[in-house]
């Protein structure tokens, strides 16, 4: 399974973006779906995570209410809608592949990983 990320870029705080991973490879159809960041200077920390059917999701504490997470399992894409931006959101995105199905936390948990895509909050 190769995933790519894409949808970072730079943006004013308060603004938005949409970030989406698509999945090559190996049907991720009943598989969770995560995004976790990486701030420079910081350990990698977990954003969101999506059922295999969508209908489950969970985040952060630190997203909660801003970010949206959801998946297009037909095209093997999943998406995190963040809004109200903050500073503080700056850091490397990665898509993760959860082959458990379960909605996990914890990083070395994951199965695959996608190699990231930047997102630069500025005040």
């Known amino acids: 399974v190769q995933l790519q990320a894409c949808g970072g870029g730079l943006v004013q705080a308060g603004g938005f973006l949409r970030l989406s991973c698509a999945a090559y490879?190996?049907?991720?159809?009943?598989?969770?779906m995560n995004w976790f960041r990486q701030a420079p200077g910081k350990e990698r920390e977990f954003v969101a995570a999506?059922?295999?059917?969508?209908?489950?999701?969970y985040y952060a504490d630190s997203v909660k209410g801003r970010f949206t997470i959801s998946r297009e399992s037909a095209k093997n894409t999943v998406y995190l809608q963040m809004n109200s931006l903050k500073p503080e959101d700056t850091a490397v995105y990665y898509c993760?592949?959860?082959?458990?199905?379960?909605?996990?936390?914890?990083?070395?948990?994951?199965?695959?990983w996608g190699k990231g895509t930047q997102v630069t909050v500025s005040s």
């Open positions: 993760a592949v959860d082959y458990s199905g379960l909605l996990r936390t914890r990083g070395e948990l994951m199965d695959y």
């Open positions: 490879g190996r049907t991720f159809g009943l598989y969770a």
């Open positions: 999506v059922s295999w059917d969508g209908v489950s999701t």
